[in-house]
């Protein structure tokens, strides 16, 4: 299994400089890739290739316009353009049903709220002796090493560096786990719990355990008010506005910190638990709709099952999705039999 270890990373003010010119050089190569497959389909002409992409790209390096593309890794450039290819790819097996429909290729703009690189082995990055990270034409970063990075059974090829909107920086890697290594950490377990997620409570157990709500986003309104409020007195353009915007972009950040490390250490406690684990395929997406929503977005119950799943499979339990339609609550749990207008059939 794949999975994903992200550690905090503290570049200097040079290393914010020579990463602010790679996220600008990557972003203007997706566009300029996005730019050239739109005209051509407005034009009636053939798909525009990866290989014809890589070449207008090689040739626009050398061009006064564009020479200050080539001060930064040419490897960015070129996943950057892998990205073009992933949005296509994904636009068109949504259309044919193959996974979840996605919106078209967008543009990027410089305002987005997450910044991304992402080097390759090719680039010849590595972590130092002193446990820095060192990026071609960037330097060495120092990294907050929260936990070891597995190596075994294979060292991550690829590192993406993140700017968040909080101008927080992140250093992820994609690492291929070790299945037998993760079945015997994990302790033996024989019980099965069944989850009910809600709003009152964040989750009843089967087992008659009631796991309170945090609302994490409820107990901070008062300070992202504040803080919202300030931004919006703030003049447009101007230096003050943009320390606001990272006010309340750090303000929610903490929020999403705080929900997430809520979600790992409950699916975590559950998995080791059980060895079987069941809950409720919720229709979050309607009930977002409703006047509910706030509480619902708070909970974040997508996330919290997608934890689960994950982590089931990882340490070989069994994770189980009841259907939204199944009537759980008019069936017996002792024989099974469905409940009639008048009760329950006898057992």
């Known amino acids: 299994m794949q999975l994903r270890y992200a550690f905090r990373a503290y570049p200097s003010v040079s290393q914010r400089a020579c990463l602010a010119r790679s996220f600008g050089c990557v972003r203007v190569v997706f566009n300029d890739a996005l730019r050239i497959r739109e005209d051509a389909r407005a034009a009636g002409l053939p798909f525009v290739t990866s290989a014809e992409l890589s070449r207008r790209l090689t040739a626009s390096k050398k061009t006064p316009e564009r020479a200050w593309l080539g001060e930064v890794s040419s490897v960015i450039l ?3 353009l892998r990205d073009v290819d992933t949005a296509y ?9 193959k996974r979840p429909k996605t919106g078209a290729p967008r543009f990027k703009s410089r305002r987005d709220s997450r910044q991304a690189i992402r080097f390759t082995a090719n680039a010849g990055w590595r972590i130092t002796g002193g446990g820095k990270l060192r990026l071609p034409k960037i330097g060495d970063v120092r990294v907050k090493w929260s936990r070891s990075l597995p190596s075994v059974p294979s060292v991550p090829s690829t590192v993406t560096v993140v700017k968040d909107a909080a101008g927080r920086y992140f250093a992820s890697f994609v690492v291929e786990t070790d299945p037998a290594a993760d079945l015997e950490r994990m302790p033996g377990a024989d019980a099965v719990v069944g989850i009910d997620l809600g709003l009152a409570h964040f989750a009843v157990l089967s087992d008659g355990r009631k796991i309170d709500s945090p609302k994490f986003l409820r107990r901070s309104e008062k300070k992202l008010k504040r803080a919202q409020r300030a931004l919006s007195r703030k003049a447009k353009g101007s230096k003050n506005r943009d320390k606001a915007r990272v006010r309340v972009a750090r303000a929610h950040a903490r929020v999403a910190d705080a ?13 080791r638990e059980s060895q079987a684990v069941a809950v409720e395929d919720l229709a979050v997406k309607g009930l977002a709709r409703t006047r509910l929503a706030k509480s619902v977005h ?4 997508s996330a919290f099952v997608a ?3 994950y982590k089931a499979v990882r340490y070989g339990r069994a994770f189980h999705r009841i259907g939204r339609f199944e009537p759980t609550s008019q069936v017996c ?5 469905v409940r009639l207008r008048t009760g329950f059939t006898a057992c």
Do not use: Y
């Not at 708070?298 to 119950?301: C, K, L, P, T, V």
């Open 78 to 80: 070129q996943q950057s």
């Open 333 to 337: 749990s002792n024989c099974g039999a």
């Open 259 to 271: 929900r997430r490390e809520f979600h790992h250490r409950l699916s975590t406690e559950l998995v």
């Open 89 to 97: 790819r994904n636009f068109f097996d949504g259309i044919r049903g």
């Open 307 to 309: 934890m689960l799943e």
């Open 298 to 301: 708070d909970a974040g119950w």
